[in-house]
């Protein structure tokens, strides 16, 4: 029944939090009105396409695995009860914040916004002091070892190159 209420809580929390700052938020800043590219090199649009498109893909598979792995949500009332170590998590220790942050960037690129670029480096600078005074201390507490074994293997932001294997389970 947990996992039930994990996955109808990971599609509400998507819903709610996601859409509204890598979606709507967007929307009333840019109208989505598709401006000059920029450089004049259509490029840009193609790459934010393409980082938009992955931040979608990236969001969704992190939140299916909070949902059937962790048993929980990405929301703080309604915890994992496991550490999620796979997937994306296996690059980067938070695959959310990153797709969150490339998906808006996409939209910046697509639609040649400067103030949708800045935005998502606002919204990262807001994930980066959240996951620094919050997330990690109550991760760190909730699943100890485990928990300090990930940080000191997979980076925070920025992706390794190979895939991190966690260690076996005692």
């Known amino acids: ?3 039930v209420w994990a996955i109808l809580g990971s599609a509400v929390f998507l819903i709610v939090a996601p859409c509204f700052v890598a979606g709507l938020v967007p929307w009333w800043i840019s109208r989505w009105r598709v401006e000059a590219p920029f450089f004049g090199m259509a490029i840009f649009r193609f790459i934010g396409g393409l980082l938009a498109t992955l931040g979608v893909i990236g969001l969704l598979d992190s939140f299916t695995r909070f949902a059937l ?9 309604f915890p994992t009860q496991h550490l999620v170590v796979t997937g994306l998590y296996r690059y980067v ?3 959310m914040y990153v797709a969150i942050v490339v998906a808006i960037l996409g939209q910046g690129l697509i639609l040649g916004n400067v103030a949708l ?3 998502g480096g606002l919204v990262w600078l807001l994930f980066h002091v959240f996951v620094l005074v919050y997330e990690e201390p109550t991760l760190g507490t909730t699943f100890d070892a485990e928990y300090q074994s990930f940080c000191a293997e997979v980076p925070r932001w920025i992706p390794r190159f190979t895939p991190w ?3 076996p389970e005692a």
């Not at 792995?69 to 009332?77: D, K």
Request: hydrophobic content about 30%; cysteine-free.
């Open 1 to 3: 029944m947990r996992k």
């Open 69 to 77: 792995e962790g048993v929980g949500t990405p929301a703080p009332v």
């Open 93 to 95: 220790r938070n695959p």
């Open 117 to 119: 670029l800045a935005y």
């Open 165 to 167: 294997r966690s260690p």
